[in-house]
C-alpha cells in the first residue's frame, strides 16, 4: 500500500448540513480541491455514520479524490448518524428520495460544475444503483462495489427461496443496534438528546418487516434495479469480489445495462474496497481506476477507461482448503462481452443408483461466514466433514490434459422425490486435490416450493419425481490436473439456510440429473492494475486490552443433548478513539443452535453492547441489544430487546415479541 500525501490540489474539508424539501437536514462532510473553478462533485450516500463508524474507511479515499479535483461528500441518510428526522426502511421511497435530493442539491452548489458521481460498498452502492434508477438528471456516473441488485435473493434475506438464517436475524440485529445509537452531541449540538428519543421510538426491528415477506413481492421488486435495468442512465462500474455473497451483481449488471455504460471487475475479495488490501487478495490500485473513470464521465477526459474488456475477472488457480488467505494463487482475464465467447457450458451427467439425501441437521457449520470482511475465520474450512453427510458426484480432471477452467455461474439440474412438502437441496462445487482435501468453490440453494420461481410458493409433489434446476452462485476457477471436481448436494445447511418444518429430505436419481460448468477456454489476457493507494490515514487508535480476544467463530457439541452450537463475533471496529476525543466501544455475539430433535430446534441470538464516550463532554451512553430468532413448524418467533442509558441511568427500554407466520421461506 502506498499512502499519497502530495496531490495535484490542496484540499479542505468541512461538516455541512443539506437541506431537503421538508425542512429535514443531513449531515454531510465534504472535501474539496481549493481553486476558483467549480469540480464535479461524488457523493457517497449510506446510514453509517460518519464521524465514526466509517470515518476510518472515508479517509482512505474522500480526500484522496479531493486531491485530484473533485468535491468528495460523505453523507448520511435520513434519521442516523447526525442527520435529522426520523429512520425508515433501507432503501424506502423517502430515502431514495432523498438521495436525489442530495444529488440536485450537490449538482445547484456554485463550487459544482453540475455533474455528480455516486460510489459506495454494500449499503451504499446498492443506493447508488437505486438512485442511478430514478435517474436524477446531473447523476452521470456510478462506481458500485459489493452491491445488491436484487433485495430478494441476493442479499441478506433469502437465498434461492430459503430464508438465510445467520444472515437475516444476525443483519436484523445489527441494524437495530445501529439504528440505536445517539446523535454526537459535538456535532448535533444540544438537541441531540431530544433526537436520539425521537428516534428510538421510531425503531422497530427489520426481521419484521424481512419475514412478512417470505417470497419476490412488490416489498423486494421495489429497490431491486433487476426490475428495470433500462432505468439506469448513469454509466455503472460494478465491481464485487468472489468472496463477497453479492458478486452476482456484476455479472448481471454486464449482461443487462448496455456495453457503451457498463464496465465489470471481480476480484479474489471479500466484502470490502478492493484497495485495502485484506484478505483474500491481492489488492489492486482501486483508487487510481475509478479517478479513471470519473475522469471520462464527469470531466469528458479522453482516456481509455471504456476501451478496456467489458468484464475483467480474476480466476483462483487450485488451492488448498483454509479459512483465511492472504493473497490467493491465480490471474486476471478478460472478457469483451458477457455472456463471454470465451465461455461455453459443459454438461457433466451423473451416475449411480437412486440415492437417499436426509443430512443431518447440523450440516452447513463448516460453511464459513455468509459476509466475509477479511477475517481469520471467514472462509469455509476443508469440506471433507460436509461432503460426508452429503451425496457427493465427482468428475476427475484428467492428469495429461490442462486445467478446467471455469468463469460464471454453474448450474445444477436434479431428478429429486420427496416424501413431505416443504424441504430445501443445496448444491456445493468443491475443488479434491489428489490428497483428498476438499476446497469449497461455490454453492447455491433452492427452496423446494421456489422450484417455479421465488414469487410464488408451491409445496412439493409428494412421491413425484421432478427436475429442479437452479444456479449456483458465480465463480472463477481453475480446477488443475489430477484433481477431481466435486458437486455435493444435502438437504440441510445451517446456518446459512433456516431449515423446514419437514426433515425427510429427498432421493435424488442420478440417472435424470447433471451439473453444468460455464467452462472458459484458454486465451491471451492482458489486464494489469496499478500499486493500491489511499491517502492519509485518519489516525484512529486502537487501545490494548489485557482481555482476551474472543475467537471469531467457534462450534461446540454438547454430546449428551445433541446439540451443536456455532458462536462468532462481527468483529466490525471493536474499541476505537478518534482524534476528535470519541472513545467508541463495541462487542457483539452471533450464537446459532441446532439439535438432533430435528430441523424446529434451530435458533439464534444476538447481543449487541456499544459505548459512546467524550470526557470533555461528560457525555458516556450504552446501547445494549439483544435478538433471538426460534420457529414452531407454523411460525418464526422474533424476540428483540433495546436498552439505552445515559450516564448509567436507563433513558429507554423496550420489548418486542412478534410471531410472523411460515407461508414459504
Not at 476558483?36 to 465514526?52: C, G, Q, S
Not at 484478505?279 to 478496456?308: C, K, S, Y
Not at 436426509?358 to 477475517?375: E, H, I, K
Not at 416424501?419 to 486435490?433: E, N, W, Y
Request: proline letters at 9%; a negative charge.
Amino acid at each position: 500500500m502506498r499512502i499519497r500525501t502530495d496531490f495535484p490540489y490542496e484540499t479542505r474539508h468541512e461538516d455541512l448540513r443539506i437541506p431537503l424539501p421538508d425542512g429535514t437536514e443531513l449531515y454531510a462532510r465534504a472535501w474539496r480541491p481549493l481553486t476558483d473553478e467549480p469540480v464535479p462533485a461524488l457523493l457517497e450516500y449510506e446510514p453509517f455514520r460518519l464521524t465514526d463508524c466509517t470515518a476510518p474507511r472515508d479517509w482512505q479515499r474522500h480526500p484522496w479524490y479531493a486531491g485530484h479535483g473533485y468535491a468528495s461528500v460523505r453523507v448520511d441518510v435520513r434519521g442516523h448518524g447526525n442527520s435529522g428526522g426520523l429512520p425508515g426502511d433501507a432503501y424506502d421511497a423517502v430515502e431514495l428520495a432523498d438521495g436525489v435530493a442530495v444529488v440536485n442539491w450537490l449538482a445547484g452548489q456554485e463550487w459544482c460544475t453540475g455533474k455528480v458521481g455516486m460510489f459506495g460498498i454494500g449499503r451504499g452502492g446498492a443506493s447508488a444503483l437505486q438512485v442511478a434508477a430514478l435517474a436524477p438528471g446531473p447523476l452521470e456516473a456510478v462506481v458500485s462495489v459489493c452491491a445488491t441488485d436484487d433485495r430478494y435473493d441476493n442479499d441478506v434475506h433469502y437465498m434461492g427461496g430459503s430464508v438465510l438464517g445467520a444472515g437475516m436475524s444476525a443483519r436484523s440485529a445489527t441494524l437495530l443496534a445501529f439504528a440505536a445509537r445517539p446523535p454526537d452531541p459535538q456535532y448535533a449540538g444540544e438537541e441531540w438528546r431530544e433526537l436520539w428519543l425521537r428516534r428510538l421510538e421510531a425503531v422497530e426491528p427489520p426481521v419484521h418487516t424481512w419475514l412478512a415477506h417470505q417470497t419476490r413481492d412488490a416489498y423486494w421488486r421495489h429497490g431491486s434495479v433487476r426490475e428495470d435495468y433500462g432505468a439506469v442512465r448513469a454509466a455503472v462500474l460494478a465491481v464485487g469480489g468472489w468472496h463477497d455473497p453479492y458478486r452476482d451483481t456484476v455479472l448481471r449488471l454486464a449482461r443487462h445495462l448496455p456495453q457503451d455504460r457498463v464496465r465489470g471487475v471481480i476480484g479474489p475479495w471479500s466484502h470490502q474496497y478492493p484497495d485495502r488490501g485484506l484478505p483474500p487478495g491481492p489488492a489492486i490500485g482501486f483508487l487510481q481506476e475509478t479517478l479513471r473513470w470519473w475522469d471520462h464521465h464527469l470531466r469528458g477526459v479522453e482516456n481509455d477507461v471504456m476501451a478496456e474488456p467489458l468484464l475483467r475477472s480474476w480466476i483462483s488457480d487450485s488451492h488448498p482448503p483454509a479459512t483465511v488467505y492472504g493473497e490467493l494463487p491465480g490471474r486476471w482475464v478478460a472478457d469483451p462481452s458477457w455472456p463471454s465467447p470465451h465461455v461455453t457450458p459443459v454438461t457433466y451427467a451423473f451416475q449411480g443408483a437412486p440415492v437417499l439425501v436426509d443430512s443431518p441437521q447440523r450440516t452447513g457449520l463448516d460453511a464459513g461466514r455468509f459476509l466475509p470482511v477479511g477475517g481469520e475465520a471467514d472462509l469455509p474450512p476443508d469440506q471433507r466433514d460436509e461432503d460426508a453427510r452429503s451425496a457427493c458426484f465427482d468428475f476427475p480432471v484428467p492428469e495429461d490434459g490442462g486445467p478446467v477452467e471455469i468463469l460464471g455461474r454453474p448450474s445444477v439440474s436434479l431428478a429429486l422425490r420427496t416424501s413431505a412438502p416443504t424441504g430445501q437441496v443445496i448444491a456445493r462445487l468443491c475443488d479434491i486435490a489428489p490428497d483428498g482435501s476438499s476446497t469449497l468453490v461455490t454453492r447455491g440453494a433452492l427452496n423446494l416450493s421456489a422450484r417455479y420461481g421465488r414469487d410464488r410458493a408451491v409445496e412439493a409433489q409428494i412421491g413425484e419425481t421432478e427436475s429442479l434446476v437452479f444456479e449456483l452462485n458465480g465463480i472463477g476457477h481453475s480446477f488443475a490436473p489430477g484433481h477431481r471436481v466435486r458437486l455435493a448436494v444435502s438437504s440441510a445447511y445451517w446456518p446459512w439456510i433456516w431449515p423446514q418444518p419437514d426433515a425427510a429430505g429427498f432421493t435424488l436419481d442420478p440417472a435424470g440429473s447433471n451439473l453444468t460448468l460455464p467452462v472458459r477456454a484458454p486465451a491471451e489476457d492482458a489486464v494489469g492494475w496499478e500499486e493500491p493507494e489511499q491517502s492519509a490515514p485518519l489516525g484512529v487508535a486502537y487501545p490494548a486490552t489485557l482481555e482476551e480476544p474472543r475467537p471469531e467463530r467457534v462450534v461446540v457439541r454438547d454430546v449428551a443433548r445433541g446439540e451443536w452450537t456455532l458462536e462468532a463475533g462481527p468483529a466490525y471496529g471493536g474499541t476505537r478513539v478518534y482524534p476528535d476525543g470519541l472513545e467508541y466501544a463495541e462487542d457483539a455475539v452471533e450464537t446459532c443452535v441446532i439439535d438432533e430433535s430435528g430441523p424446529l430446534s434451530a435458533r439464534t441470538r444476538s447481543e449487541w453492547a456499544i459505548r459512546l464516550h467524550r470526557p470533555e463532554l461528560a457525555w458516556d451512553v450504552t446501547v445494549d441489544t439483544r435478538s433471538a430468532l426460534s420457529c414452531d413448524a407454523d411460525a418464526f418467533l422474533a424476540e428483540d430487546e433495546v436498552v439505552c442509558r445515559e450516564g448509567g441511568e436507563i433513558v429507554f427500554h423496550r420489548t418486542w415479541e412478534k410471531r410472523i407466520p411460515r407461508t414459504a421461506g
